[in-house]
């Protein structure tokens, strides 16, 4: 049973920036695609970037390219998607999930990130 | 970028009866094996979106019957044959295909 626990809310500085972390338990981490997704208040969703740790390649949403980086580390099996410069759109939501031949068929729990100025 | 259009935003529906998103792509979802590269999913209140149909018309592992996803190249559908209370949420679609993944604007279903 594949699970994706996130880390919790946090409150950041406009300016600033935040690291959010997605641990994966279950089946074989390096081989997964890992993509996280932001979902501002009471808006949709929106792809950020992905990852594939047997690789370490990443692609990233254009939206975001330039400011957000995102990381694996195989030894603990977790994910990071790092954003910089913040600004208060990014008050968000933000989500890590699998994506299999199922599509995104595993999600964490979901981050809030605020931003206040 | 391939672009996601959904159909209706809004869509109030009385219980037991049946509902239907439609979603449409900018460029072709299928790939050269023939498969679709659309899924599904429902975000229910305050939850983490959950797949429900996946490569257009599979059913994910524990998703009742009355879901069916059709549709092909660059038009698809999702149905409810039924609709039930547990059914409200907003619903996305997404395409796999190619990077970026893009999602459709999502479908507010409530029940009338």
């Known amino acids: 049973q594949v699970q994706l626990v996130q880390s919790g809310a946090e409150v950041k500085k406009s300016g600033s920036s935040v690291k959010v972390s997605c641990k994966v338990s279950g089946g074989t981490f390096s081989s997964y695609t890992l993509s996280w997704v932001r979902q501002a208040p009471g808006q949709g969703l929106e792809w950020m970037g992905r990852i594939i740790p047997i690789f370490n390649t990443t692609d990233y949403a254009q939206n975001f390219r330039g400011r957000v980086t995102i990381t694996a580390d195989k030894s603990t099996s977790t994910v990071y998607m790092e954003l910089t410069t913040l600004r208060s759109e990014d008050t968000a939501f933000y989500y890590c999930?699998?994506?299999?031949?199922?599509?995104?068929?595993?999600w964490g729990q979901g981050t809030l990130v605020t931003v206040s100025s | 970028d391939i672009v996601m259009t959904q159909s209706p935003l809004s869509l109030p529906v009385p219980p037991g009866e049946p509902a239907s998103i439609s979603c449409r792509s900018s460029q072709s979802l299928q790939h050269r094996n023939g498969y679709n590269y659309l899924s599904w999913y429902l975000q229910k209140p305050g939850q983490s979106p959950q797949v429900l149909i996946y490569?257009?018309?599979n059913r994910a592992s524990g998703v009742p019957d009355r879901f069916s996803g059709s549709g092909s190249g660059t038009d698809f559908t999702l149905k409810i044959s039924r609709v039930e209370a547990e059914d409200v949420g907003v619903y996305y679609c997404?395409?796999?295909?190619?990077?970026?993944?893009?999602f459709g604007q999502g479908t507010k279903l409530e029940i009338k």
């Open positions: 490569l257009g018309s």
């Open positions: 997404l395409q796999t295909l190619q990077t970026p993944r893009t």
């Open positions: 999930a699998r994506e299999g031949v199922e599509g995104f068929d595993y």
